[in-house]
């Protein structure tokens, strides 16, 4: 079982990247986008990474989503779990990731401004639609 205070320590080390559209290898692509974070963010902690094809950058988010998440490996959650994807979405679009924390009422993601911990019901995201989605390989 792994502690917030282990994942903030672990996932900090990615504050020095920057945010690049379509990111998906710090050293090759010069930086990660969010779905790029959410992978190596995974990675670093130790849980199954899913594959890269499900997102073609950032003005196109999740646009494989709809059929990579019918693949096997993912289903949805009725409530954040500890590394759980939470996707956020705009009328009917995904636009933004995320990975949830150890105490399930934190998340990391990464934008143009960079890796940020951010509360999942804090002010700016609190009217946001949030979904969570759990992955296995």
Wanted: glycine letters at 10%; hydrophobic letters at 35%; proline letters at 4%.
């Amino acid at each position: 079982m792994r502690f917030l205070y282990d994942e903030l320590g672990i996932l900090a080390n990615f504050a020095v990247v920057k945010y690049v559209d379509g990111g998906r290898d710090a050293l090759k692509d010069g930086g990660l986008d969010c779905w790029g974070f959410f992978r190596v963010a995974r990675e670093a902690l130790g849980l199954p990474v899913p594959p890269l094809h499900l997102v073609s950058g950032a003005n196109e988010i999740m646009r494989e989503w709809e059929t990579g998440r019918s693949s096997s490996g993912w289903r949805e959650l009725q409530a954040p779990e500890d590394g759980c994807l939470v996707l956020f979405e705009r009328p009917g679009r995904p636009y933004h990731c995320g990975i949830v924390l150890a105490d399930r009422a934190t998340y990391a993601h990464m934008d143009r401004s960079g890796m940020h911990f951010c509360k999942l019901d804090c002010m700016r995201d609190r009217l946001k639609t949030k979904r969570y989605y759990h992955y296995e390989d």
